[in-house]
């Protein structure tokens, strides 16, 4: 897919002036937040949970070789193939391979990020074969030519309007008077719809949310049902998965899993859990005849090691985001690649380069939500910070910028000037606000207060107000 | 295999690690041996009434309907009666289980009951679970040459059998289970984990029933079982 992160400034303005964007996004504010907090305070183990579930990946990341080695052992001894793919081409290679060898012409896919990101739909139709989406909201934005808006809820930017308007546009086959001016309608449609898919396909292919290194399993967490369709009919079944998925064992997994949905979607469990473990057996009556792992690799090993190891704990719940005042701003696509909100301001530049997506972890407020939910204890914060320190070590920001930081690096370093300066500047600012507070409009300051208000400082500045205090506390002892 | 070793090389590296450093392999060794409990919730850690009385509960929680029956002979009956209650046609499609073929399925004379995989017409699927957990209402059930996988996710409308007395408190427990029915480290082609019915949220966050599996599950409890 194109990447449009580095026009991240553009993108955004154009999503906070985009009103069905903005109506889609009060979802995000309301659904997803109240709904993990029931969850995890139902919970009185949640938190030493995610204590269990950090220690598990951390354990897993530094003895990833091994674990690596172990599982591939089982995957083969299961009848499964493992294809080692160190870029996003060797990837797409591996998985044409197969595909032709199965003389596939319909591939069905469960949802999978990492499938984004070596944009395998792109790949697939330039070579002939037709990839079909089965998770309703990626089939949705399949039909709009679109990408995922949120790694969770792929259609979560759209109203069901226009879902209504590409279901009219596509399935030109069905009567035109029927009435879809309700979700359960929409997804009674995409349900008939699919179910010739899946028995059309002659390849299924899903992510993974974990591989298991004691078992050789791959194990994907699904709501709607259909990764499990797209993996049990076709004859061939190619599960895509990036290789920090590796738990040691079913236990682990447990584990994960009780902080998984909940931190995503508030429920205790996901409806389907499923352990997929090789081909079928020789008895089986059903189940794929091959069953083939793409492990990835692209760029992930490199994170190993340095101060972004921590980002792969990451297990792809999206309460970053749900819980982030940016993301709820301008949602998923402004972000510009696979992965939006803070986790992506974090993953982002690490695989496709600061240079490219260096305005994503500029993109905080550093209100620091996105930490406080994540349920593997990921430093987002942190991390954006280590990104700006290189975008600024490396002099990839503007000229503007960096002078400014220079210019008030200096004047933070003569605290009298500082203080003298900005003892006039504040009650000033605060004079010029007005009973109101805040700035509809400042000069220099446009960038800002085209969209929200920038709220004018106190009246003293907070030295003034401190020692205005410390007297006062003085004065109360004497 | 040039990948392999180009990506295991590059973990080595950026671990700063060896692949023969016994200390790092009998680390995993030991892990994978051992297979640590870690933390488990407190909320299914009870005698057999409560647990049972949980799962049934958290099950109902997830929009699964549940009838509890007293012992296996009565199956049939109960599933004979799902079927009227939703105006659903009596017929359903099962695999070739010997706990489901022991069942007086003749007892249920209007029923008509097929064997094999699910195909797209089938409106009811019948299986029997391997087992149950009642911490989150959750089912487990697993391929096999007489449990197609196919019948969980294709009927509209799925029942579900499962014995009283394989009702766990936690999935730890199930997962002990399954090492010992497949020996350690092995496992089934699939291990299905069943909580609710089918659902989506994804047209305007509104979670709807019945997406691309079964819009209804129905779980039969056999108290003696």
Redesign the interface.
């Given at each position: 897919m194109q990447i449009t992160s580095p026009s991240f400034k553009k993108n955004a303005r154009g999503a906070l002036s985009d009103v069905q964007l903005q109506k889609?996004l009060g979802?995000?504010r309301?659904?997803?937040i109240d709904k993990r907090i029931k969850a995890v305070d139902a919970?009185?183990?949640f938190d030493?949970?995610r204590d269990?579930a950090r220690d598990?990946k951390d354990?897993a990341l530094?003895?990833?070789?091994?674990?690596?080695?172990?599982y591939?052992e089982?995957v083969t001894a299961?009848g499964g193939k493992v294809?080692?793919?160190?870029t996003a081409e060797?990837a797409r290679k591996a998985i044409l391979e197969i595909c032709r060898a199965a003389g596939a012409r319909t591939v069905t896919k469960g949802k999978s990020m990492i499938t984004e990101e070596i944009g395998l739909n792109d790949f697939f139709v330039e070579n002939g074969i037709r990839p079909v989406e089965?998770?309703?909201?990626e089939y949705?934005i399949q039909l709009r030519g679109e990408h995922p808006s949120h790694i969770i809820?792929?259609?979560?930017h759209?109203?069901?309007e226009q879902?209504e308007e590409d279901f009219r546009r596509v399935h030109t086959h069905l009567p035109e008077g029927r009435d879809l001016t309700e979700?359960?309608t929409?997804?009674?449609e995409a349900?008939r719809v699919?179910?010739e898919e899946y028995?059309a396909a002659d390849v299924g292919i899903t992510g993974a949310n974990f591989l298991v290194?004691?078992?050789?399993?791959s194990v994907i967490v699904t709501?709607?049902?259909?990764g499990?369709?797209t993996q049990?009919?076709p004859k061939v079944h190619i599960v895509v998965a990036s290789?920090e998925k590796i738990v040691?064992?079913?236990?682990?997994v447990?584990?994960i899993?009780?902080v998984l949905a909940r931190s995503a979607?508030g429920?205790?469990?996901?409806?389907?859990?499923?352990?997929?473990?090789?081909?079928?057996?020789q008895?089986?009556?059903?189940?794929p005849e091959e069953y083939h792992v793409i492990?990835l690799?692209n760029g992930r090993?490199?994170?190993?090691?340095?101060e972004f190891q921590d980002m792969l704990r990451c297990i792809r719940c999206g309460a970053c985001m749900n819980h982030c005042p940016v993301y709820h701003a301008v949602g998923g696509h402004a972000y510009g690649w696979v992965y939006p909100g803070p986790m992506g301001a974090v993953l982002t530049p690490s695989l496709i380069g600061v240079d490219k997506s260096g305005h994503l972890p500029n993109a905080s407020t550093f209100c620091g939500r996105c930490e406080a939910v994540c349920p593997m204890h990921i430093p987002l914060p942190r991390m954006m910070r280590h990104w700006r320190e290189r975008e600024f070590s490396r002099r990839l920001n503007p000229a503007t910028q960096r002078y400014g930081l220079r210019a008030w690096a200096w004047f933070a370093r003569h605290p009298r000037l500082y203080q003298l300066v900005t003892s006039f500047a504040i009650p000033g600012l605060s004079l010029l606000a007005g009973r109101r507070g805040r700035f509809g409009y400042l000069p220099f300051a446009g960038g800002w207060t085209r969209h929200r208000d920038l709220p004018a400082p106190e009246s003293r500045t907070f030295m003034q107000q401190w020692r205005n205090r410390e007297t006062l506390k003085q004065g109360g002892r004497t | 295999m040039s990948g392999r070793n180009a990506i295991l090389g590059k973990v080595r590296a950026s671990l700063g690690a060896a692949g023969d450093d016994g200390a790092r392999r009998k680390s995993v060794a030991g892990r994978l041996e051992a297979a640590p409990k870690g933390v488990i919730p407190a909320r299914g850690q009870l005698g057999r009434k409560e647990r049972i009385e949980l799962f049934c509960q958290m099950a109902g929680k997830v929009s699964a309907s549940v009838k509890r029956v007293k012992k296996d002979a009565d199956v049939p009956t109960a599933v004979v009666e799902y079927l009227r209650s939703r105006n659903l046609p009596a017929t359903v499609r099962m695999g070739a289980d010997e706990r489901l073929a022991a069942m007086p399925w003749e007892k249920a004379k209007s029923l008509e009951v097929t064997h094999g995989p699910a195909g797209p017409d089938d409106e009811v699927g019948v299986s029997h679970a391997y087992a149950g957990v009642a911490e989150t209402g959750t089912l487990a059930l697993h391929s096999g040459q007489d449990n197609p996988t196919t019948v969980n996710f294709l009927p509209e409308h799925h029942i579900v059998v499962v014995k009283a007395g394989d009702i766990a408190g936690d999935l730890e427990t199930v997962f002990d289970r399954v090492r010992q029915t497949f020996g350690k480290g092995q496992m089934p082609r699939t291990l299905n984990l069943v909580t609710g019915p089918s659902r989506s949220g994804d047209i305007e966050q509104k979670l709807l029933l019945g997406a691309h599996g079964p819009r209804a599950l129905h779980l039969i409890v056999v108290d003696d079982g």
């Open positions: 889609a979802n995000v309301l659904g997803f919970l009185p183990e030493a949970l269990s598990i354990h530094a003895h990833l070789d091994l674990y690596l080695e172990s591939e089982k299961a294809h080692w793919a160190e060797d089965t998770d309703l909201g949705i809820a792929p259609a979560v759209l109203n069901k879902v979700p359960e929409l997804l009674a349900r699919l179910r028995f290194a004691e078992t050789g399993t709501n709607e049902g259909n499990d369709l049990t009919l290789i040691p064992t079913l236990d682990d447990g584990q899993l009780r979607t429920q205790d469990m996901s409806v389907y859990t499923t352990f997929s473990t090789g081909p079928r057996r008895d089986d009556p059903d189940g492990l690799d090993s490199s994170m190993l090691g340095s | -």
